[in-house]
């Protein structure tokens, strides 16, 4: 009776290597994670000149890396697409509403945060905070 007790019935305990492989997690593929998938421009696209004063206040506005340069129209929920300039020279869309919100700092294109990201990989969250104000602050000086 002894010999039946240590039979392994559970799939937790393989019988030999084969059998551990077979039954392990292994390893799957993780799908490479997309970066700057975000509609942009290297030379500014043509701007709707017709621009309430709501969103022209807006005009010239700064957070982070991006300015405000100019008006696309309107998006589909009804907030303005604003046309922004990063430091490093590339345009992109921003919407107003949540550009109001927005704090300032880490605001970048998806290029320069991409760049952000590699360049903090090692840090903490407080690290990289940290890190972030410390060069809004050199830059603002
Ligand atoms: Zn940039």
Redesign the pocket.
């Known amino acids: 009776m002894s010999s039946v007790k240590n039979y392994p019935t559970s799939l937790s305990v393989p019988l030999n290597r084969t059998a551990a492989r077979v039954i392990s997690k292994g390893t799957h593929y993780i799908p490479p994670k997309k970066n700057n998938t975000r509609e942009y421009w290297e030379t500014p696209p043509p701007l709707v000149t017709s621009v309430t004063e709501a969103v022209k206040s807006l005009f010239g506005t700064r957070k982070g ?1 991006l300015t405000v340069i100019g008006y696309l129209g309107s998006s589909s929920s009804g907030s303005a697409r604003l046309l922004v300039r ?3 020279g ?1 345009y992109e869309v921003r919407l107003s509403n949540r550009w109001r919100k927005h704090s300032g700092i880490n605001n ?2 998806q ?2 945060e991409y760049t952000q990201k590699l360049k903090f990989a090692h840090l903490s969250d407080g690290e990289k905070r940290a890190e972030r104000e410390r060069t809004e602050k050199l830059k603002r000086d």
Do not use: A, I, N, V
């Open positions: 890396s990063c430091d490093c590339k970048y294109c290029f320069c």
